[in-house]
């Protein structure tokens, strides 16, 4: 197996130091008969907060053409301090079929309990995101329904001018109605108690000299859209 080392140091510390750090994956990879170890990378007096780093950019790289089987750390935390960048590498690593081999924590991804490990991670790093894309939508809609655009206002409605310090203060004021996309609203809502279809209501709205937000014709599908999308739920929308 094609094995490389990857060492960070930003102090001179004598048990973390470039040195021992490179010692160790050393003597790591020389005590695996099947690995041969082609280069120890190292990153030195980089900030660890980030993965903008000249030698975990090339290891990516190498991970990502897969030139190499496996990757030997004395610790976690010399690929990164960020919690979620070392669940993402570490799902990046499982992808390519990469080993990952963490000196300290006794991690290997070659080992049953390697691979338990990292897929407990994952399943952690997955929770996380769903978690935040929830309280994400929970805040959104809850935005909405009081009435504060959150994002372009939706048809039939606009946003109201801010000055320059509310925006600074981040203040919301409600949605008000547009008053043409309104009286447009209301006549596809006639029109489509009369059974039209939607191509004939756009038909009938540009014939009438209606136009879209953007000054354009009316077509079909962007009537069904504010139909269902809008009208429909309008009930939702703060006036």
Do not use: C
């Not at 930003?10 to 020389?30: E, G, P, V, Y």
């Not at 190292?42 to 496996?70: C, T, W, Y």
């Not at 994400?136 to 372009?152: D, H, M, R, V, Y």
Request: proline fraction near 4%.
């Amino acid at each position: 197996m094609r094995a490389i080392g990857y060492l960070r140091v930003s102090t001179d510390k004598q048990d973390n130091s470039a040195d021992a750090q490179d010692r160790k994956i050393r003597l790591n990879a020389a005590a695996r008969e099947d690995f041969e170890l082609i280069e120890v990378i190292s990153d030195v007096d980089e900030f660890s907060g980030n993965l903008n780093r000249p030698g975990i950019q090339r290891v990516l790289e190498m991970v990502h053409a897969k030139e190499i089987d496996a990757v030997i750390v004395t610790k976690l935390d010399r690929l990164t301090r960020s919690t979620r960048d070392a669940i993402d590498l570490i799902e990046l690593f499982g992808k390519k079929g990469v080993a990952l081999i963490s000196i300290t924590e006794s991690l290997d991804t070659e080992s049953p309990i390697g691979r338990f490990v990292v897929r407990l991670m994952a399943s952690i790093g997955e929770l996380e995101r769903e978690m935040i894309g929830a309280r994400t939508s929970e805040g959104l809609q809850n935005i909405k329904a009081q009435g504060f655009p959150a994002g372009p206002a939706p048809y039939g409605w606009m946003s109201q001018p801010r000055s320059s310090s509310e925006k600074a203060d981040k203040i919301r004021k409600p949605l008000l109605k547009n008053p043409e996309e309104q009286k447009i609203m209301a006549r596809i809502t006639e029109l489509h108690a009369q059974k039209k279809s939607w191509p004939y209501i756009a038909h009938r709205l540009n014939y009438e000299g209606h136009r879209t937000r953007s000054g354009g014709e009316w077509v079909y599908q962007a009537v069904h859209r504010i139909y269902t999308k809008v009208i429909m739920k309008r009930d939702k929308v703060a006036a």
